[in-house]
């Protein structure tokens, strides 16, 4: 969790990456070099453009039977 990195100083940031089959967000868990925050938030910016969040991924398994 976000608190573990937290505790050892490395700023964290939870990313939310795609959307599943029920809408709910399915992220990515990003942790930094101590004293990096900027960095950090560089790449979530980054990430989080690759693949929008409102976008839906993942199939439903259902569905496809």
Do not use: H
Not at 41 to 55: D, G, K, M
């Amino acid at each position: 969790t976000c608190l573990t990195w937290t505790l050892c100083g490395a700023p964290v940031a939870s990313i939310p990456i795609f959307r599943g089959p029920d809408s709910m967000p399915f992220g990515l868990q990003a942790v930094g070099r101590k004293y990096n925050d900027y960095l950090l938030l560089r790449f979530a910016e980054f990430a989080s453009t690759i693949r929008p969040a409102q976008e839906p991924i993942i199939a439903n398994a259902t569905a496809a039977a």
